[in-house]
């Protein structure tokens, strides 16, 4: 940031943007110092909305993060409130990419960190040892449901968790939907935090079981177990019973030091306010810098949150190939909103508006920053897993934090970094860090939020002290210290549905 937040009651992001952020609520005639600037507000300003730090006219850009977030739709004084009123997205459809690498050296870092984890026979490691209870079809996830409940109580301490994955799908899909349902099922049961699964079905549905398994050949067949609900006599029992058998296998099971490198991590945020981009999600950018730099892997996903700053991204390619992949990633959500006659461009949401993020342009430069200045070697589909060892992933998937999150799980993250300004309770099949973006939040939601970042704001913590921090609680986490939704059991699947019911 380009001027200390401690010193400052509003913060200008980068030295070339016309607008600062109001740390705290500021009252019309208060008088702040922004950058060696004094500027006299002419109206009150709400925490982490926008001010004018200069004149600037009609259909003028407003820049934040050093990029335009917009057009002004009327003359702005200095010290106005730039907000919905008088700023204006300039997406309309028309967008062009080129390709103008933009890469950051990385050097070969030494002294690699290290965690305790649980190396899995295809070389893979997790950071928990799991049974997870997945079922093919809704119809059976009562069964799921029931078989967990029974195992946290009878082999309590045997596994790391029980976890019964349940969704809604599965039967009457076509197309998309099955295919997604598929993929997305088939790619979550192969991540290495689960020691053990046992997949449900029911018999009858258009999600077969053993064209499922069929299709997964490179499975470890040991530690998974698979049956038809409707071709065994108790269906709860049977998943009882090799659950035991697992937990047999697994008993040999043990945690060993990893090198960072063997980390996965997915990068999500959720419920985005005015700090998200300049706290929570510029300290997640930070580790992912330092991860991939150690040879790590980040995942980056929720596409139409990279419309607008989309070419900052496209610039990070390693190769022309990347490109033209990025380029096709962002086209095939925008089809996707244009076939269903929805606009492309209908962000940010109330919440988001509410917390001052006023065009899509500025949520998606905030939102990008997850990514840190890492170079991008990989694009995959939704359902699809990470399969190189080092670098930066993006995934195709939506900005619905359930299915996105879901989507990180099964492309073979071990824990997510969900970012929010918001707040929200919800958890997902992996660990689920919650990184609130102001204290606020923090405070009132202590038993769902894992690391403030808004002391960044508060107390004039630097973002790469911060980020350290950080860095060193994932550590901790991934040697088995609990997150919040682990703690208070939020484990939640989403998966993509975009097509016909029969």
């Not at 952020?21 to 982490?48: F, N």
């Not at 299709?215 to 029992?237: K, M």
């Not at 997902?428 to 606020?440: A, R």
Request: proline share 4%.
């Amino acid at each position: 940031m380009h001027n200390s937040p401690s010193a400052s009651l509003a913060v200008q992001v980068h030295p070339n943007d016309n607008v600062a952020v109001a740390v705290a609520p500021l009252s019309k005639g208060q008088t702040i110092e922004i950058a060696g600037t004094q500027i006299t507000l002419a109206e009150d300003i709400s925490q982490g909305h926008k001010l004018s730090l200069t004149s600037i006219k009609q259909g003028d850009d407003i820049f934040k993060y050093g990029y335009s977030i917009g057009q002004t739709t009327a003359d702005i004084a200095a010290g106005q409130h730039v907000h919905s009123h008088n700023l204006r997205t300039k997406l309309d459809g028309s967008e062009t990419y080129q390709y103008q690498a933009q890469l950051v050296a990385t050097p070969p870092q030494q002294n690699i960190p290290t965690f305790n984890g649980y190396l899995r026979g295809n070389g893979k490691v997790g950071i928990r040892n799991e049974i997870w209870i997945i079922n093919t079809v809704g119809c059976v996830n009562q069964a799921a449901k029931k078989i967990t409940d029974i195992c946290k109580q009878k082999y309590s301490g045997q596994a790391d968790d029980f976890i019964a994955l349940t969704h809604p799908f599965g039967c009457s899909q076509l197309g998309d939907d099955l295919s997604n349902t598929k993929t997305l099922l088939s790619s979550l049961m192969q991540n290495p935090n689960a020691g053990g699964v046992v997949m449900i079905g029911l018999g009858c549905e258009n999600n077969q079981l053993k064209k499922l398994i069929s299709d997964l050949p490179d499975i470890d067949t040991s530690r998974f177990r698979y049956y038809n609900s409707q071709e065994v006599i108790d269906e709860i029992q049977t998943g009882v019973d090799y659950v035991a058998e697992l937990l047999e296998l697994m008993a040999a099971d043990k945690r060993t030091i990893q090198p960072v490198s063997k980390l996965a991590l997915g990068m999500k945020c959720g419920g985005s306010d005015g700090f998200s981009g300049i706290t929570a999600n510029a300290i997640v950018g930070r580790v992912t810098d330092i991860l991939t730099q150690y040879g790590g892997r980040v995942i980056l996903t929720e596409t139409p949150e990279m419309f607008g700053a989309e070419q900052v991204l496209m610039n990070r390619a390693v190769s022309t190939d990347i490109f033209e992949k990025i380029v096709k990633l962002v086209d095939e959500f925008k089809q996707y909103f244009i076939a269903n006659n929805q606009p492309v461009y209908e962000n940010p949401s109330p919440g988001n508006k509410a917390g001052g993020l006023t065009t899509l342009e500025e949520k998606s430069l905030g939102a990008i920053q997850k990514g840190g200045r890492a170079s991008i070697n990989q694009v995959i589909d939704y359902g699809q897993i990470a399969t190189l060892e080092q670098g930066l992933t993006l995934l195709q998937a939506p900005g619905n934090d359930a299915v996105s999150s879901t989507a990180l799980a099964a492309a073979g993250a071990n824990m997510v970094l969900f970012t929010t300004g918001r707040g929200t309770p919800l958890g997902f099949p992996i660990p689920t860090v919650k990184i609130s973006s102001n204290s606020g939040i923090a405070e009132r939601k202590p038993h769902w939020i894992d690391f403030n970042a808004g002391e960044i704001l508060d107390k004039g913590i630097s973002v790469d002290d911060s980020a350290n921090a950080l860095f060193e609680y994932i550590l901790r986490v991934a040697s088995g210290e609990q997150t919040n939704n682990e703690k208070n059991d939020n484990r939640e699947i989403g998966i993509w549905k975009n097509g016909v019911t029969l």
